[in-house]
């Protein structure tokens, strides 16, 4: 047993010997190579896989959910039921286990984005349209704090129409997307001797049957006083204007940019509507607040739509 054993030792001494004798023989040099040959073939397999993992936009796949690129800390949601029902900061981050949110605002983990849902049923004063939209508040919690052309401001969202039901022609039913709504100080709203602090919106951006199309406010009357033109009927629609670009069901992104006396709106960092002049100097007057969201142009029995946004965000100079 003691020979057997030994002889067994020897074999494997001379086993690790031939290895070793190996490693010496192919030089510094060559041990140096192989090394980097390893590392490199590490680095390749890690890049394959980072690669392989990736999506077109940067997000990964292979993982159980996305979440949307969103901060409610600034933004109130407005909702298709109640008179109607809203809900405010801090109140509005737990959006996802909110049972009286949830049927309107809601994640899609599939994609990262958050579904805004709406049909018609609850309306806000002056309107006669549903909506579960957001209302931006500088001040979480309230409307009271809001901002004017001059001072500056900036909205870029990238988003989608998911589903939109079709009227008795076969057209999709048209939804207001983006806005920039004006409010009356409360200075203003009594000098006019008005009874809420509502003034028209400059900016409405529609999705209508694919297309992307932007109206804004003119004055009825240009040599109106600076009093008469807080009056929301001093104000008529323009004639608006589409996009040229087609967006359909994809996902696109607007831009919103805002500074004295000047409006400017973007699609896809492609082409860019421009509206400045007298109506917009005299804009200057306003304070404003953005929204954003489905705010749904139906009153069909049946109807609804769907909008998906997957990146929002706001800043102020």
Known sequence: MKERKSWKNWIMFMMVMGVVF???SC???SVEDTIEEVEKEETDNEKEEEEKKETDDGRVEGVDYF???IDLSHWKVTLPIGNPTEVEP??????????????FMYNDSTDGSLVFYSYPDATTTNTKYS???LREQMVPGSNNTNWTFPDGAYMKGTLAIDDI????????????????HGRLTNEQRNLIGQSDNNAPPILKIYWEDGEVRVKSKELKDPSATDTEIL??????DDDGVNFKEHVDFDKFTLEVKVSDGKMEITLNDDETLTYDGDDFDRWNIFENYFKAGN????EDEGSYAKVKYYELTISHD
């Open 27 to 29: 030089g510094e040099d």
């Open 90 to 103: 801090p109140a509005i981050k737990d959006y996802a286990t909110n049972e009286t949110v949830l049927p």
């Open 67 to 69: 979440l949307p690129n």
């Open 165 to 180: 039901t079709k009227d008795a022609s076969g057209d999709y039913h048209r939804v207001i997307i983006m806005q920039i």
């Open 231 to 236: 009056k929301t009927d001093a104000w008529d």
């Open 22 to 24: 190996s490693f010496q």
């Open 295 to 298: 705010y749904f142009q139906s």
């Open 131 to 133: 909506r579960t939209e």
